[in-house]
Structure formats: C-alpha cells, structure tokens
C-alpha cells in the first residue's frame, strides 16, 4: 500500500478546494463593459450582469434592460420618467426651452423635441429624402406614432440606414434591423417576408372597408418598419407606400380630418384614451419641424 506524507495530503486537498470554490464563483473576463454580438452588456466586479438599470460610458449614461442589453432607438418610461436612447443607445437630452426647439409637454412633464439633435444631424448628412415632398407626405401619416415611438418624424419608417455614411453604420443597421424585426414579431406576428405581406393586406382591407384613418396610418407605418428589417426593398416599400397615400387622399379631404379619424379610431381599438397622442399631434403642429405642412392635396408622384 502507497501512503501519501501528511504534507502532500494537504496540498491535495487545498487544491481541491480552491478547484470547487472557482466552479462556484461566475466568472468575467473583466468588470464593466463587454461586447455581446451587437449589442453590449455591463458586468460588475463581482461578475453580476446589469439589467434594468443605467450605467455610464464616457460622459452619456446607457440603460440596460431585463436581458442586461442597451436600449437603443426607443422611448422608455422608467421610474415613472420618460427617457429617450439614440440609436447608439445613449440617452438623448431634451433641448432647452432657450433654443426654441422645445415645448413643453403636460403628459410627459418634460419639454416636447419633435426631432431630436442627433436625429437633425443625421437628416443632413444621411436622408436621402429630407426634402422630398412626396416621402415627407407618406411620414406625415403615420408621424404621430412614430414621434410617439422616438423615431425620426423625417425619416422614412422613423429611422435611416448609415452604412457609408456613419462610422459603425453597418453595426447600427444590424442592430436596428434586428430590433425593428422583434417588434414586428411581438407586436404583429410577422417573422417574414410572406407573414409581411399578409398583415399589410389585412391592414389595407380593414382601412378600406371602415375607411379608416387609424389602419391606414399604420399600413404606411408597417411599410416602413418592413423597410428598416430588410423585409422589403426601399424600392418595394416606397412604391407601396405610395399607392396607400393616394388611397388616403381619396378617402379624406385634409390633414385635420385624417387625423381626427386616426384618434377615434385608436380609441375604438385600443380602449384606451388617445389624449396622449392628441398632445404629440398638437406639440408636432406648434413645432418648427411641422411634418403636416405638407399640402394634402400634394400631387404624389414616384420620385425616387
């Protein structure tokens, strides 16, 4: 029989020990920020992933959500404030009322931006359809839900495609690609291309049996999501978009009237009180950045 000094036995059994205690501890390569795909994620000392709560970076504050992940491009209400997050994931600063951007907003209990800084930015140097009346018409439909979601109220479906055109563009078109699909997942059920178009001809259906403002305006605001997760082609999504405003224009006689219809209607389907979207439409009117004086009766025309 082989015995094993008193010493030896020791350092096995230290080893051993110090073995367990490292399976049992989670492990991080370091503390503080770490890349996941597209995304990034923050790690404490401990190794204790963040979720639901802000962190900074530099000198602009992030917020990580239930799956420890940056919110990016979205609005979100937390500890009962509203926060907007860029498409980096940064938290946006509202103006102040000095720059005359800025109104302030009894819902929110904050100062109303209808285009954020960063959004003027990228209006400059990557939208393609700034000033194409015919585009600012299809935007103009469904401009209450996409301010209400944070988007871009100039920009086609609330957001812009930076490839060439930002540092890490196409970083940010992934990810807004991949956020733009769960939303059409969650919020419609469409996980394709075939699951697209058929809520789309729901959409157009309903709006054109009920002439409905509310369903048409978010038949021109799905096409534009379709668009931003590379369901559709920006061609195919355009082309659309402007057989449904010619609908529009036959089926109201203003901008006052369609949108009227669109609140009534989102108070019939929702069950909820449309206050809150009133306010954004009247904020919208009263800003420098106006997307209803586009005329109505605009002669739309394929233009790009």
């Given at each position: 029989?082989?015995?094993?000094?008193?010493?030896r036995k020791w350092?096995?059994?230290?080893?051993?020990?110090?073995?367990?205690?490292?399976?049992?501890?989670?492990?991080?390569?370091?503390?503080?920020?770490?890349?996941?795909?597209?995304?990034?994620?923050?790690?404490?000392?401990?190794?204790?992933?963040?979720?639901?709560?802000?962190?900074?970076?530099?000198?602009?504050?992030?917020?990580?959500?239930?799956?420890?992940?940056?919110?990016?491009?979205?609005?979100?209400?937390?500890?009962?404030?509203?926060?907007?997050?860029?498409?980096?994931?940064?938290?946006?600063?509202?103006?102040?009322?000095?720059?005359?951007?800025?109104?302030?907003?009894?819902?929110?209990?904050?100062?109303?931006?209808?285009?954020?800084?960063?959004?003027?930015?990228?209006?400059?140097?990557?939208?393609?359809?700034?000033?194409?009346?015919?585009?600012?018409?299809?935007?103009?439909?469904?401009a209450i839900l996409?301010?209400?979601?944070?988007?871009?109220?100039?920009?086609?479906?609330?957001?812009?495609?930076?490839?060439?055109?930002?540092?890490?563009?196409?970083?940010?078109?992934?990810?807004?690609?991949?956020?733009?699909?769960?939303?059409?997942?969650?919020?419609?059920?469409?996980?394709?291309?075939?699951?697209?178009?058929?809520?789309?001809?729901?959409?157009?259906?309903?709006?054109?049996?009920?002439?409905?403002?509310?369903?048409?305006?978010?038949?021109?605001?799905?096409?534009?999501?379709?668009?931003?997760?590379?369901?559709?082609?920006?061609?195919?999504?355009?082309?659309?978009?402007?057989?449904?405003?010619?609908?529009?224009?036959?089926?109201?006689?203003?901008?006052?009237?369609?949108?009227?219809?669109?609140?009534?209607?989102?108070?019939?389907?929702?069950?909820?009180?449309?206050?809150?979207?009133?306010?954004?439409?009247?904020n919208l009117k009263?800003?420098?950045?106006?997307?209803?004086?586009?005329?109505?009766?605009?002669?739309?025309?394929?233009?790009?």
């Amino acid at each position: 029989m082989i015995r094993m000094n008193t010493g030896r036995k020791w350092f096995i059994k230290a080893a051993a020990l110090a073995c367990a205690a490292m399976l049992m501890t989670p492990l991080t390569a370091f503390a503080g920020w770490q890349k996941e795909g597209d995304t990034y994620a923050y790690y404490e000392e401990d190794g204790t992933r963040v979720v639901n709560d802000f962190r900074r970076s530099g000198n602009q504050w992030f917020y990580l959500d239930e799956n420890g992940h940056i919110l990016k491009n979205c609005q979100r209400e937390i500890n009962g404030k509203l926060y907007t997050f860029n498409e980096r994931g940064a938290m946006d600063s509202s103006p102040s009322r000095r720059s005359g951007e800025g109104s302030k907003s009894s819902v929110s209990g904050s100062f109303f931006t209808a285009i954020s800084s960063r959004q003027q930015y990228l209006n400059k140097t990557a939208n393609p359809y700034m000033n194409n009346q015919t585009v600012q018409w299809f935007n103009a439909a469904c401009a209450i839900l996409t301010r209400h979601n944070a988007g871009n109220i100039r920009a086609f479906g609330g957001g812009l495609k930076l490839a060439g055109k930002e540092e890490n563009g196409e970083e940010m078109d992934r990810a807004a690609k991949d956020q733009n699909r769960q939303m059409l997942k969650t919020s419609w059920g469409i996980t394709d291309r075939s699951s697209a178009d058929r809520v789309l001809q729901e959409l157009l259906s309903s709006a054109s049996a009920e002439n409905s403002a509310y369903d048409y305006s978010r038949a021109m605001s799905n096409l534009g999501f379709y668009y931003l997760a590379d369901y559709y082609t920006e061609t195919e999504a355009l082309d659309l978009a402007l057989e449904v405003a010619k609908e529009i224009q036959k089926s109201f006689s203003s901008w006052e009237e369609f949108v009227e219809d669109y609140l009534k209607g989102y108070e019939e389907r929702s069950g909820d009180s449309s206050k809150e979207r009133r306010e954004i439409y009247e904020n919208l009117k009263a800003s420098q950045w106006n997307p209803y004086e586009v005329d109505w009766n605009l002669k739309l025309k394929k233009s790009w």
